[in-house]
C-alpha cells in the first residue's frame, strides 16, 4: 500500500503531455492504463476556472516525523510479551498509522507533517500478545490505538497533540487468519486483521461469502468493520455488519470478553457485544469475530436504469424498499455524478464508438432525456438463477412505471466498479489545489429530497460567502436504502489554488453542511462513525442524560483511559485541538 496516498503504489492518476488523465497499473478494469481525455475538461467547466495542470507530480517529499517519546518502562515490559521485530520506531510506519483519508490529514502528510503521531507501532501476532500489551499498558501509563486498515475519513487515528502519554499504535494486520469454517451451521471464526479482500480470496475458496463490501474492501479489515458499526455496498442482500456478526472477542482494560459458545441470537440482558459495535476503539481491542456465512451466489448480474430526474430515481429508489426482496445493490446518483462516469469513460474506437454515439443521440434525441438532468441507478443482482430473474424483472417493471429505461448491463457494472477509483481521483486532485471529499447520512425518505436540497444550497451559499473562487462540485449519490430511509452520500470538492489557509475553508464549508444535514432530519453518520472529526455533532443529537451514560460507561471500562482514541472529557475545544 502507499504511504502518501490512498491504496495501492501501483496505481495512481497522472497528466500525459497532452493534458489528459492517465491511469497507472492493472487492477481495475476499464480505469487502469486508460486515457481519460474529457475528465479534466469537463471539471474546468464544473467549477467555472480554466486550470492549468502540469504533467507529473514528482515524487511525495517526506513529511516531518516528531521523534517518539520515550517509553521505557513500556518497552521493557514488551520484551516479555513481543520479538523485537514486532516493535517498530521507522518513522514513515509511525506516520502511516497516525492519520486516515481526511482532506487536513493527506494534506498534512504531504506538507508540514502532523504535530503528533503513534510514538511506537506494535504488531502482535497472537491473542496472547494482545492481552499481554494491554495488561501491561495501564501500569507503563500508555495509550493504545487499534490499528486496522487505516481507511477511516473521521480523524480517528489523529494523535492529540496536548496527550503527554506516549502513543502505541497496535497494528492488528498480523492476525489476518480465518481460523475455522462452520459449513453446515454456515459461520466462520476470523481474526480482526484480516482485510476485505483476502476475506473474499479465502472464503471463495470454500465456496462462501460474508457479502460485506464496502467501498473500501480491498483495504479495511473485520475489526474496523466491527469497530465503525460498517455497511457494505451488498447490505440488501447480505445486511449491514452487525446483522452478520455473531459474536466477538475484544481484549478490554478489565480482561478478554468472549462468550462459551455461539448461538444463532439470544437475550442476555445488558450485552458486551452490543457495545462494541461502533464503539471507534474506545473500549477495547477487537482480536477476533464469528459471522455469518453465505454461499457464493450461482448468479450474479449487473443491470441499470436512467431516469429524466433525480426525483423519479427517488421516487423509483422509495418503491423498491417497499418490496420484499431487491437487488444485491442498488444506487442513485445525480445528474453530475452520472455527467462524472461518463467523463471517466476511456477513449471507444471503432464500431464500439459508433455505437456509444448512436445510443447517446437516441436517448437525448428522440427519447427526450436532458443530459443536464438525467439520473442513472446501477444494479448489481446476486442470488439463485431464479432468484436474479425474479428480481430483475421486478426492478425494470417498477423502473418503467416511474418513466425509468434499461441502460444496460455494461454500464451497471462500470458504475459499480468504479467506486474503487474514487479515492485514487481525489489523492490525485488534491495534490493539484482541488480540495475533495465525501460524507454520508442517513435520512427518513420524507425528508431525504427536501435534506439533498437543503445540503446542496448550503454548501454552494457557503462557499459564496468565504469568497473563494469558481463554483463548487457538490454531487450525491442514494447508496442504502431500507423500508424507513436511505442512506445519503455527498461528494464535495473545490479549486483553491492562491486560498489562505485552503484546508480551514474547507472545513468550514464541511461543517456548515453537517448542520444542514442534522437540521434536515439527517444523522451523523450512516457508517462512517464519529472519530473525532464529528465527535463536536454528538450533543446535537442525544439528550445530556444518553452523553453522560456513553461517558460513565467508557471510565467504568477503561478508568485509565488506555484506549484514548476519543477525546478525553476534559478536551479543548475540538476547533483547536488537532492543529
Known amino acids: 500500500m502507499s504511504s502518501y496516498a490512498w491504496g495501492f503504489r501501483d496505481?495512481?492518476?497522472?497528466?500525459?503531455?497532452?493534458?489528459?488523465?492517465?491511469?497507472?497499473?492493472?487492477?481495475?478494469?476499464?480505469?487502469?492504463?486508460?486515457?481519460?481525455?474529457?475528465l479534466l475538461p469537463w471539471f474546468r467547466k464544473v467549477v467555472g476556472i480554466d486550470f492549468v495542470i502540469e504533467p507529473g507530480s514528482g515524487p511525495v517529499p517526506a513529511p516531518f516525523v516528531p521523534a517518539p517519546r520515550p517509553a521505557p518502562e513500556f518497552l521493557d515490559r514488551m520484551r516479555a510479551v513481543l520479538n523485537p521485530d514486532q516493535i517498530v520506531t521507522d518513522d514513515e510506519v509511525r506516520l502511516r498509522h497516525g492519520h486516515g483519508h481526511t482532506v487536513s490529514e493527506i494534506d498534512a502528510i504531504r506538507g508540514e507533517g502532523l504535530p503528533r503521531v503513534p510514538d511506537y507501532v506494535v504488531f502482535p501476532a497472537t491473542e496472547e500478545e494482545v492481552i499481554g500489551i494491554v495488561?501491561?499498558?495501564?501500569?507503563?501509563?500508555?495509550?493504545?490505538?487499534?490499528?486496522?486498515?487505516?481507511?477511516?475519513?473521521?480523524?480517528?487515528?489523529?494523535?492529540?497533540?496536548?496527550?503527554?502519554?506516549?502513543?502505541?499504535?497496535?497494528?492488528?494486520?498480523?492476525?489476518?487468519?480465518?481460523?475455522?469454517?462452520?459449513?453446515?451451521?454456515?459461520?466462520?471464526?476470523?481474526?480482526?486483521?484480516?482485510?476485505?479482500?483476502?476475506i473474499q480470496e479465502q472464503l471463495a475458496q470454500h465456496g462462501f461469502t460474508m457479502g460485506h463490501e464496502p467501498d473500501s474492501v480491498e483495504f479495511s479489515t473485520l475489526g474496523g468493520w466491527i469497530a465503525t458499526n460498517a455497511s457494505g455496498m451488498k447490505k440488501n442482500r447480505y445486511?449491514?455488519?452487525?446483522?452478520?456478526?455473531?459474536?466477538?472477542?475484544v481484549i478490554s482494560a478489565l480482561g478478554k470478553l468472549e462468550r462459551s459458545q455461539v448461538v444463532p441470537r439470544e437475550s442476555i440482558g445488558l450485552d458486551p457485544k452490543l457495545w462494541i459495535i461502533g464503539s471507534e476503539g474506545s473500549l477495547g481491542?477487537?482480536?477476533?469475530?464469528?459471522?455469518?456465512?453465505?454461499?457464493?451466489?450461482?448468479?450474479?448480474?449487473?443491470?441499470?436504469?436512467?431516469?429524466?430526474t433525480f426525483e423519479e430515481g427517488v421516487a423509483f429508489m422509495y418503491d423498491l424498499a417497499q418490496q420484499d426482496s431487491y437487488p444485491?445493490?442498488?444506487?442513485?446518483?445525480?445528474?453530475?455524478?452520472?455527467?462524472?462516469?461518463?467523463?471517466?469513460?476511456?477513449?471507444?474506437?471503432?464500431?464500439?464508438r459508433l455505437k456509444s454515439k448512436a445510443q447517446k443521440w437516441l436517448v437525448t434525441g428522440p427519447l427526450g432525456y436532458d443530459p443536464n438532468k438525467m439520473v442513472a441507478v446501477t444494479l448489481v443482482f446476486e442470488g439463485t438463477h431464479e432468484e436474479v430473474d425474479r428480481q430483475e424483472r421486478m426492478v425494470y417493471r417498477l423502473a418503467k412505471r416511474h418513466g425509468g429505461m434499461k441502460g444496460g448491463a455494461e454500464n451497471g457494472k462500470r458504475g459499480y466498479l468504479l467506486t474503487f477509483g474514487i479515492a485514487y481521483i481525489r489523492d490525485f486532485v488534491l495534490q493539484h489545489h482541488i480540495l475533495a471529499e465525501s460524507f454520508e447520512t442517513s435520512v427518513p425518505w420524507t425528508q431525504a429530497q427536501s435534506l439533498i436540497d437543503r445540503v446542496k444550497k448550503r454548501i454552494y451559499d457557503t462557499h459564496a460567502e468565504r469568497g473563494l473562487p469558481g463554483t463548487p462540485f457538490v454531487s450525491c449519490r442514494v447508496t442504502q436504502i431500507y423500508e424507513t430511509g436511505c442512506c445519503v452520500y455527498?461528494?464535495?470538492?473545490?479549486?483553491?489554488?492562491?486560498?489562505?489557509?485552503?484546508?480551514?475553508?474547507?472545513?468550514?464549508?464541511?461543517?456548515?453542511?453537517?448542520?444542514?444535514?442534522?437540521?434536515?432530519?439527517?444523522?451523523?453518520?450512516?457508517?462512517?462513525?464519529v472519530g473525532k472529526l464529528r465527535l463536536p455533532f454528538v450533543s446535537d443529537i442525544m439528550s445530556p442524560a444518553m452523553e453522560r451514560w456513553r461517558e460513565q460507561v467508557k471510565c467504568a471500562l477503561d478508568p485509565q483511559?488506555?484506549?484514548?482514541?476519543?477525546?478525553p472529557l476534559e478536551a479543548p475545544e475540538h476547533a483547536g485541538a488537532l492543529t
Not at 487502469?32 to 474529457?38: K, N, R, V
Not at 499504535?169 to 492476525?175: A, F, I
Not at 445486511?239 to 472477542?249: A, H, K, P, R, S
Not at 489557509?501 to 434536515?520: F, G, P, Q, S
Request: proline content about 6%; hydrophobic content about 40%; aromatic content about 8%.
Open 11 to 38: 496505481t495512481s492518476f497522472g497528466v500525459d503531455k497532452d493534458g489528459a488523465i492517465t491511469v497507472t497499473g492493472n487492477r481495475y478494469p476499464g480505469l487502469s492504463g486508460e486515457t481519460l481525455p474529457e
Open 135 to 198: 495488561k501491561e499498558a495501564g501500569p507503563a501509563g500508555v495509550v493504545l490505538m487499534p490499528y486496522g486498515g487505516g481507511t477511516n475519513v473521521t480523524e480517528a487515528l489523529r494523535c492529540l497533540p496536548y496527550e503527554d502519554r506516549p502513543i502505541i499504535s497496535v497494528d492488528m494486520s498480523r492476525m489476518d487468519a480465518i481460523e475455522w469454517i462452520d459449513p453446515v451451521n454456515r459461520m466462520a471464526k476470523i481474526q480482526a486483521g484480516a482485510p476485505g479482500r483476502l
Open 239 to 249: 445486511g449491514n455488519i452487525e446483522d452478520i456478526l455473531l459474536d466477538v472477542t
Open 285 to 308: 481491542i477487537i482480536t477476533s469475530a464469528v459471522v455469518k456465512l453465505f454461499p457464493v451466489p450461482a448468479s450474479r448480474e449487473y443491470g441499470s436504469v436512467i431516469f429524466r
Open 328 to 352: 444485491a445493490s442498488v444506487r442513485l446518483v445525480d445528474n453530475l455524478q452520472f455527467q462524472f462516469g461518463q467523463v471517466l469513460k476511456p477513449v471507444s474506437h471503432g464500431t464500439k
Open 490 to 529: 455527498f461528494y464535495m470538492a473545490f479549486y483553491a489554488q492562491g486560498v489562505e489557509n485552503a484546508v480551514e475553508e474547507y472545513h468550514h464549508i464541511e461543517t456548515a453542511a453537517r448542520k444542514e444535514v442534522l437540521e434536515a432530519g439527517g444523522s451523523i453518520s450512516h457508517h462512517h462513525g
Open 561 to 567: 483511559n488506555v484506549f484514548a482514541a476519543q477525546l
